[in-house]
């Protein structure tokens, strides 16, 4: 899921990655982006802005947590604020923005193996 204020952003970022084979949930916002979440499939991560005007990336996060089913989901956070001033959940990784492309796909891989890791530890350990 892609989560942001600005539609140009938005779409750049789900067309960058669906050429990389990702299937991206748009959000422009991040009460669309809750209210998706509660109709649409689970999503594997969250690339989320910070600076939203209708619900902030820190609300957002927050509300992600809240909600069992979303607890645990990876995010990837960006801004333009800096670093060290930027306080986030357990589980988030920060992106400054402007970032490097590789690097947020690098990030995002990471992310997605780690938790097919996790996923399929949870399994191994029911069994």
Known sequence: ???DDELQI???LQDLLEEEGYRVIPACG?????R???SEPLP???LTDLMMPDLDGHAFLAELRQDRRLADLPAVVTSAAFPAAVRLPEGCRFLAKPFDIVQMLDMIEELMKQRAVAS???????A
Do not use: F, T
């Not at 991040?30 to 809750?34: C, H, M, Y």
């Not at 530890?121 to 029911?126: E, I, K, N, Q, W």
């Open 1 to 3: 899921m892609v989560v």
């Open 10 to 12: 938005v779409a750049a």
């Open 30 to 34: 991040g009460r669309e982006a809750l």
């Open 36 to 38: 998706l979440l509660s």
């Open 44 to 46: 594997d991560l969250v």
């Open 120 to 126: 399929s530890g949870a399994l191994a350990m029911s």
